[in-house]
C-alpha cells in the first residue's frame, strides 16, 4: 500500500489482530499495538480478554451481536477520543490447536456481524517451524502426547485425528474466509519471517494499513526475549506431566505443576546442549517427513493471493 492510500485510511475503524499463533504474537502485542506513538490503542491491554468471553467461548445459542457491540463499545470509543486506532488482539481468535478447538469460520462470523468494517491482521510461519513450536507451547503447558501423537501420522481410522491438525496450515483457506466476509482491501497477512528479515519493512505495512503515518522509530528498542526449554527439558517435563494435574479453571496451578516448573528452569542450562540439540533434531526430522508435500500448491495459492514470495522466505512453493 502507497503511503498516499495510506494518508486517506480511516484511522477509527476497529483493527482486530485474530493471530495465527506463533507468528510473532507476543512482539505485537506488547510493543506495538499498546503503543500510543505508533497511533495505536489497545483498551484491554496486551492480549484481549474480552475476546475469548465474546468471540472464542460464548454458547453459540447465547451469542448477540448488538449486546457484545454496547459492552466492548465504550472502551473502543475512549481509544477513538484519544485520537488513536482500537485495536483487538488475541491469537486464539484463530483456533486453539495445541487444545483441539477448530472454531475459526465461527469465530470470523461472529466478529463479522459485530464490526463489519473492522480490518483483519492475519500472522502466518512456515509450517514446519510452526509446528514445531506449537509442540513446545503443547509440552510447556501440560501436554503429555509425543510429537507423533500430537500430529498424528495420516494413516488414522475414519473419524480419528490428531490433535494438531495439519489441514489447519493450509494458510490460504483461512485468509480467503476472511476476504470473503471482510472484502481484500481490509485483510493484511504478515508472515513472521518478514519480521525476522526485514522488521522495517514488516511495520511499515502494518502501520499502514491500518491508516496511522506515525514514525516506525516510535517502536523503540526491544527488552529481553525469553529463552524457551531445550528439547530434553521438554521432554523431561512430559514426563513429569503424567503426575502433575494441571487446574482447567484458573491461571494458579497445584504444588506438583509447579514444583515440575521449578525443576525444569534449574536444570535446563545444565542439560548438555548435545542432549537437547539430538532431541530437537528429531523432532524437526519427523515434522519434515510428516510435511512432505503437504503445503505446497496451498503456499502457491497463498502467495497469489498476496503478492508476497513466501518461496524466499522459506516456505515450499509448488
Not at 490503542?41 to 475469548?52: F, L, T, Y
Not at 473492522?118 to 513446545?136: H, K, P, T
Not at 528498542?221 to 529463552?227: K, L, T, Y
Request: charged content about 25%.
Amino acid at each position: 500500500m502507497h503511503a498516499e492510500q495510506a494518508t486517506s485510511r480511516d484511522r477509527a475503524r476497529l483493527l482486530i489482530h485474530v493471530g495465527l499463533h506463533k507468528t510473532g504474537t507476543t512482539w505485537l502485542q506488547d510493543r506495538v499495538f499498546v503503543n500510543n506513538d505508533l497511533g495505536f490503542g489497545s483498551p484491554w491491554g496486551p492480549m484481549a480478554s474480552p475476546a475469548v468471553a465474546e468471540f472464542m467461548l460464548v454458547d453459540p445459542l447465547a451469542f448477540n451481536a448488538n449486546e457484545t457491540r454496547h459492552r466492548l463499545g465504550p472502551e473502543i470509543d475512549e481509544v477513538r477520543a484519544k485520537g488513536y486506532i482500537p485495536v483487538l488482539s488475541h491469537e486464539g481468535l484463530s483456533s486453539r490447536p495445541v487444545r483441539g478447538p477448530y472454531y475459526a469460520p465461527s469465530v470470523a462470523r461472529r466478529l463479522r456481524e459485530v464490526y463489519p468494517d473492522a480490518r483483519i491482521v492475519i500472522g502466518i510461519r512456515e509450517q514446519r517451524g510452526m509446528i514445531l513450536s506449537l509442540y513446545r507451547q503443547f509440552v510447556r503447558n501440560g501436554g503429555v502426547y509425543s510429537l507423533q501423537q500430537f500430529i498424528g501420522t495420516g494413516n488414522e481410522p475414519a473419524g480419528w485425528s490428531p490433535l494438531c491438525r495439519l489441514e489447519f496450515f493450509h494458510y490460504y483457506r483461512f485468509v480467503r474466509m476472511y476476504q470473503d466476509l471482510f472484502g481484500e482491501e481490509n485483510i493484511l497477512v504478515q508472515p513472521l519471517e518478514l519480521l525476522r528479515d526485514n522488521e522495517q519493512l514488516y511495520l511499515q505495512r502494518l502501520l499502514d494499513f491500518a491508516g496511522t503515518t506515525a514514525d516506525p522509530s516510535k517502536l523503540g528498542e526491544a527488552g529481553a526475549s525469553n529463552v524457551g526449554w531445550g528439547g530434553q527439558t521438554l521432554e523431561l517435563f512430559r514426563f513429569f506431566s503424567r503426575f502433575a494435574v494441571r487446574n482447567p479453571l484458573g491461571p494458579k496451578q497445584p504444588w506438583s505443576v509447579r514444583n515440575a516448573q521449578r525443576v525444569c528452569y534449574k536444570i535446563d542450562g545444565i542439560i548438555p546442549k548435545s542432549r537437547h540439540k539430538k532431541i530437537e533434531s528429531r523432532w524437526k526430522e519427523t515434522i519434515k517427513n510428516r510435511c512432505e508435500a503437504q503445503f505446497e500448491a496451498s503456499n502457491s495459492a497463498l502467495a497469489q493471493m498476496i503478492g508476497l514470495d513466501l518461496g524466499a522466505m522459506g516456505y515450499p512453493i509448488s
